[in-house]
């Protein structure tokens, strides 16, 4: 089993690009493929899962940092956590996902992220340059309009071209990790 997953994030300059479009239609194709895929999803507005009344809200509001709640169908675990930056909120979520689970985390948002990503990027929805061009740790850009960013870029319509080169992708981090792990 590995002790950790690979990550790839999926991130835009702006709100609207189309990230969780593009995820949406691209599960199913590395589900296709064999991919096991867990998701880590960046929101800026305050959200719960839970609701007031109910005795896991209650159980949290009296203090509980964390509360895991179980159906015979899903469980969900919710944790109280600090303010701190966008990146280290992800970093600490990542050791969460469980590698007998999933063979790749897919990260939606995080844009600074000191990790792999996958730009989406539609020049008519911001005015701002593709993030490509200035971030080396993005990879792939998805756009239908050429940019100056020295990467791969994938048309929307292109997405079993773009599960094949997650899959490709994929494969290479492995390799990676088994090397590391041989040499030590």
């Given at each position: 089993m590995r002790s950790r997953l690979p990550v790839l994030g999926v991130?835009?300059?702006?709100?609207?690009?189309?990230?969780?479009?593009?995820?949406?239609?691209?599960?199913?194709?590395?589900?296709?493929?064999?991919?096991?895929v867990a998701l880590?999803?960046?929101?800026?507005?305050?959200?719960?899962?839970?609701?007031?009344?109910?005795?896991?809200y209650r159980?949290?509001?009296?203090g509980a940092v964390q509360v895991l709640l179980s159906s015979p169908?899903?469980?969900?675990?919710?944790?109280?956590?600090?303010c701190g930056s966008d990146d280290d909120r992800l970093m600490a979520m990542l050791p969460q996902m469980d590698p007998a689970m999933a063979d790749l985390v897919l990260v939606e948002g995080f844009r600074n992220a000191p990790i792999p990503k996958i730009e989406v990027?539609?020049?008519?929805?911001?005015?701002?340059?593709?993030?490509?061009?200035?971030?080396?740790?993005?990879?792939?850009?998805?756009?239908d309009t050429p940019t100056a960013a020295a990467v791969r870029r994938f048309r929307p319509d292109q997405l079993p071209e773009l599960a094949a080169f997650i899959g490709d992708w994929l494969l290479?981090?492995?390799?990676?990790e088994d090397c590391a792990t041989t040499a030590s």
């Open positions: 991130c835009a300059r702006a709100s609207g690009m189309g990230k969780t479009t593009l995820l949406a239609s691209l599960l199913p194709l590395l589900n296709q493929a064999g991919i096991r880590i999803k960046q929101t800026h507005a305050q959200f719960d899962v839970d609701r007031p009344g109910k005795d896991s159980l949290r509001e009296a169908q899903r469980w969900v675990l919710m944790t109280e956590q600090a990027y539609r020049p008519g929805v911001s005015d701002l340059p593709p993030q490509a061009e200035e971030d080396s740790s993005i990879i792939a850009c998805v756009s290479m981090q492995r390799q990676q």
